[in-house]
């Protein structure tokens, strides 16, 4: 009896996930558009986040977000009161996004039009951190809340974020959460990663973030002229 063939599809589909993350990552540098990945658990302030960077920075670039949820449209009509675009991705079920899914959402803008795109990814510590989706940067947010023992549980997204943003930094004092013990963590997984401590309720850091930001979508902009 022949032996039993092993296909190793995820392999398989993260091969071609990569794949199509680069050309979309092409034609993002030959737009110049700055294209932010943003993941993070439900409720750590993704959304939140969101709403504060439109508000200091629409009237100086160009903004444009894509929603993704397993269903409904709240965050993108939240988007859409702050007068940016959003198109929504519903996946039905799928606990990420990838780049095929993302591709048709793209397909409706013209990213020239676009200085920045934020996709906020399904609201997950695992596998949005899997799938290549042709970001820039990858941007995390954990919250204070969250506790800082998520970095030794869920290792890999803060191994591959190019940004960490502690967010609901006016809870610190009422928590146990360590603030120091999850640097020095991260000082030895992810030692190149930009850390923001953030309250998007109070504003606290909200301005430095969005200071790095225009800087970078500026450098990026560079790369593509």
């Known amino acids: 009896m022949d032996s039993v063939q092993l296909i190793k599809i995820k392999e398989e ?28 658990s439900p409720g750590a302030g993704k959304t939140s986040l969101l709403v504060q960077t439109i508000r200091r920075m629409k009237v100086d670039v160009r903004m444009g977000v894509i929603e993704g949820d397993i269903e409904s449209m709240v965050d993108s009509q939240k988007i859409q009161d702050e007068g940016v675009r959003a198109v929504q991705i519903e996946t039905g079920g799928a606990c990420h996004l990838d780049a095929a899914m993302v591709q048709p959402a793209l397909a409706t803008l013209n990213l020239a039009d676009y200085d920045l795109l934020v996709v906020e990814n399904i609201g997950n510590l695992v596998c949005p951190a899997e799938f290549d989706i042709g970001e820039t940067k990858k941007v995390m947010l954990l919250s204070i809340p969250e506790g800082h023992d998520k970095i030794l549980k869920y290792p890999l997204m803060f191994t591959v974020c190019d940004v960490l943003i502690i967010n609901k930094m006016d809870y610190l004092d009422s928590s146990d959460f360590d603030l120091q013990q999850l640097k020095a963590t991260m000082a030895k997984l992810n030692p190149k990663a930009r850390i ?30």
């Open 13 to 40: 589909i993260l091969s071609d996930n990569t794949e199509l993350g680069n050309e979309i990552r092409g034609r993002m540098r030959a737009s110049g558009t700055f294209f932010i990945n943003l993941m993070a």
């Open 196 to 225: 923001f401590e953030m309250s998007c309720k109070t504003g606290q850091g909200v301005d430095a973030w969005c200071a790095w930001l225009k800087e970078e979508i500026a450098a990026w902009k560079q790369q593509a002229g």
